[in-house]
């Protein structure tokens, strides 16, 4: 099973995915590739799998994912290989994307893996505060850059299973262990 995780920059989507994967042995995280600079905190093949903008364009060629996309100038993308060597191995994956790689995926993958997705809300002020006071400190460009996606983003929420209000940290993951567990469920039923 793949649970998919979006929300705008700040939403929490991380810290949600740290915690699920703390409380839920089954489950693991499929970082992306990205072409950014690592930041503080960043754990090369854990964060995301880093590589430069050259060796991204070139795996693009070989068409090594099943999507990817450019955000705040860096590339961003779904591994082919990584994704179904997790899916064979029967773990939960958990990712975070996205609106736009969320629609590929589902697209994509619809007939072959079960697909849970859950879209993180957060009021746009309390979205602001957050991205202000990240570890990372984005420039007060990058928050602009950042703040402006944010009804682009909530367009989207159609898309999604679940949309849950992020504004209690342990209420959210409490309640998105309860989806996963629920779906689960109803995948060995079916």
Known sequence: MLVILSGVAGAGKDTIKKELIKRMEQVES?????????????????????????????????EEFYEYDIHHNQYYGTSKKLLNEKVRSGKIIVKDIDVNGTEHLKELLKNDTK????????????????????????????????????????????????????????KTVQIVMTIIENEQRMEKQS
């Open 30 to 62: 499929l970082p992306s590739f990205t072409s950014r600079p690592m930041r503080e905190g960043d754990v090369a093949g854990q964060t995301y799998n880093f590589v430069s903008r050259e060796e991204f364009e070139e795996m693009i060629k070989r």
């Open 115 to 170: 697909i849970v997705t859950i879209f993180l809300r957060v009021p746009k002020e309390e979205l602001k505060r957050r991205l202000e006071t990240r570890i990372d400190k984005p420039s007060p460009a990058e928050v602009i850059l950042r703040l402006n996606r944010f009804d682009y983003e909530e367009s989207k929420i159609n898309l999604y299973d679940y949309v849950l209000k992020n504004d209690d940290l342990e």
